[in-house]
Nanobody, 119 residues
Framework: VQPQASGGGLVQAGGSLRLSCAAS???????MGWFRQAPGKEREFAAA????????SYADSVKGRFTISRDNVDNMVYLQMNSLKPEDTAVYYC??????????????WGRGTLVTVSS
């Protein structure tokens, strides 16, 4: 499984972006997550979703603004980001857990996509 994030770009504060994650292998039985790494900071959790999409989890910093979703038919995961803030600027990574829930750490990581939010 090789997740690949896309959809990043430059956006003004208050704007929206939708990130997409495509995987080389089937991810329908895996929980999936989005993580981000801001310049000079460690990578941090942003959002996660169970294999069937029933349950989700969000970092407090993005709760109410970001929405994670998935389409198991198309083997895709999405992160809708609204009301973006300059502090959301980071490289965003999609990751696959090897379980149906997101209790453990992700195992498969792909290249990230850069999101830059200007003030």
């Amino acid at each position: 499984v090789q997740p690949q994030a896309s959809g990043g770009g430059l956006v003004q504060a208050g704007g929206s972006l939708r990130l997409s994650c495509a995987a080389s292998g089937r991810i329908s039985t895996y929980a999936m997550g989005w993580f981000r790494q801001a310049p000079g900071k460690e990578r941090e959790f942003a959002a996660a979703i169970t294999y069937g999409g029933v349950s989700t989890s969000y970092a407090d910093s993005v709760k109410g603004r970001f929405t994670i979703s998935r389409d198991n038919v198309d083997n895709m995961v999405y992160l809708q980001m609204n009301s973006l803030k300059p502090e959301d600027t980071a490289v965003y990574y999609c990751a696959a857990y090897t379980s149906r829930t997101y209790n453990a750490r992700p195992v498969y990581w792909g290249r990230g996509t850069l999101v830059t939010v200007s003030s």
